[in-house]
Every structure is written in structure tokens, then in C-alpha cells.
T-cell receptor, first 108, second 114 residues
């Protein structure tokens, strides 16, 4: 079965601290993995995807097939990073499977 | 720059009413999706469509139906609204799979059933 687990409902850090939002997945094949972000009163939007190996707004995520993880990292958190973050997986079908989300709160 | 438009931002309906949620996209995307978003549960897929007049059930289709008569429009129908369908409903569209194509989401419809 395809499944995405985000173990933390809330992650609270101080400005300038490193951030790691955890994501583990369950899928037997080669998945496509994504991180989506929803800022307050804004629509859900794509942050980054593993296939492009990009860094967006200072965030990076590396696919670790051995640990079946796709953790989202940023070395120095900013207040404007406060948002809801969702990890998502696409296996063999059209649909994305989302995790339950982690709320990141960056305190001044 | 709005690409996926959901017709209503807020809706209040009575138990037993038939409810229509409309979604339109202008990106010529083949795939369209309806999710509901609930705290602690994330996004759960209700229905999706990969072509006009084609539809497939997602993970929680009970109590819902959909219609896709035109490529750009995907409607979610609550046949007889119930209080447990109070939620935020998100529509999304995407290109066919492959190449890491993600979804583009609408701004959501917050439905309250009283």
C-alpha cells in the first residue's frame, strides 16, 4: 500500500535555527515525491520535487530510498517560513497521496 | 494569474441539501482532482478524472459524486449533505504523470453543513 507519514503535527523553532520536517513513505516501486506548502490564507502550492533536485526558498529535500524518507531541510529558518507543509507521493497512478501535514512555527 | 478557480470560498448548507462545488482550470490539464482537507488528517482524495467524462474513485468517495463534461470543469456533488461533510474542499489539476509534474490547487471551498 502507498502511504506517507509525517510524524510531527507541529514543529516550533526559533528564527535562525535549522529545520527538518520529516517524511517517510511506503511504496514498493520508484516513487515521485513532492513537498507542498500552504501559507496562511493562501492556496496550497508546490514547494519542490525530488526529481529536479532543486533548492527553493533555501529548502532542500533528498530522497533516501534505503530509509524510504524525503525529509525537508533548511539550515536557517525565517519567520516567513511559518506554514503548513505536506509531503506527497505519486506511485504508478495519476494521484498524489498526501501526508497529514506538519505545521512549522518559526518564532522571532 | 489564477489558474484553478473554485466558484465559492465559503458555503453554508443544510443537512440533506444537494450541494454542487465547481472547479475550473485554464491550463488545458488532463487530470483533475477533488480532495478534502481536515486538521490532523491531511488531504484525502475523493474523486479524480483523467479525461472528459472519465472518473475514478479516490479513497473516500462515499456520499460524493463528480461530473466532468468539459475538460476545464470538474464538479463535486454532495448528494445529500451531512454534518460530517463539513470540511475544506480543494480542487487541483495536473498534466499526465511523468516528468515530476505537480498539482496546481484552487484556493479551496470551506463548506459548513448545519
Amino acid at each position: 500500500a502507498q502511504r506517507v507519514t509525517q510524524p510531527e503535527k507541529l514543529l516550533s523553532v526559533f528564527k535562525g535555527a535549522p529545520v527538518e520536517l520529516k517524511c517517510n513513505y511506503s511504496y514498493s516501486g520508484s516513487p515521485e515525491l513532492f513537498w507542498y506548502v500552504q501559507y496562511s490564507r493562501q492556496r496550497l502550492q508546490l514547494l519542490l520535487r525530488h526529481i529536479s533536485r532543486e533548492s527553493i526558498k533555501g529548502f532542500t529535500a533528498d530522497l533516501n530510498k534505503g530509509e524510504t524518507s524525503f525529509h525537508l531541510k533548511k539550515p536557517f529558518a525565517q519567520e516567513e517560513d511559518s506554514a503548513m507543509y505536506y509531503c506527497a507521493l505519486r506511485g504508478s497512478s495519476y494521484k498524489l497521496i498526501f501526508g497529514s501535514g506538519t505545521r512549522l512555527l518559526v518564532r522571532p | 494569474d489564477v489558474k484553478v478557480t473554485q466558484s465559492s470560498r465559503y458555503l453554508v448548507k443544510r443537512t440533506g441539501e444537494k450541494v454542487f462545488l465547481e472547479c475550473v482550470q485554464d491550463m488545458d490539464h488532463e487530470n483533475m482532482f477533488w480532495y478534502r482537507q481536515d486538521p490532523g488528517l491531511g488531504l484525502r482524495l475523493i474523486y479524480f478524472s483523467y479525461d472528459v467524462k472519465m472518473k475514478e474513485k479516490g479513497d473516500i468517495p462515499e456520499g460524493y459524486s463528480v461530473s466532468r463534461e468539459k475538460k476545464e470543469r470538474f464538479s463535486l456533488i454532495l448528494e445529500s449533505a451531512s454534518t460530517n461533510q463539513t470540511s475544506m474542499y480543494l480542487c487541483a489539476s495536473s498534466l499526465p504523470t511523468g516528468g515530476g509534474s505537480g498539482y496546481t490547487f484552487g484556493s479551496g471551498t470551506r463548506l459548513t453543513v448545519v
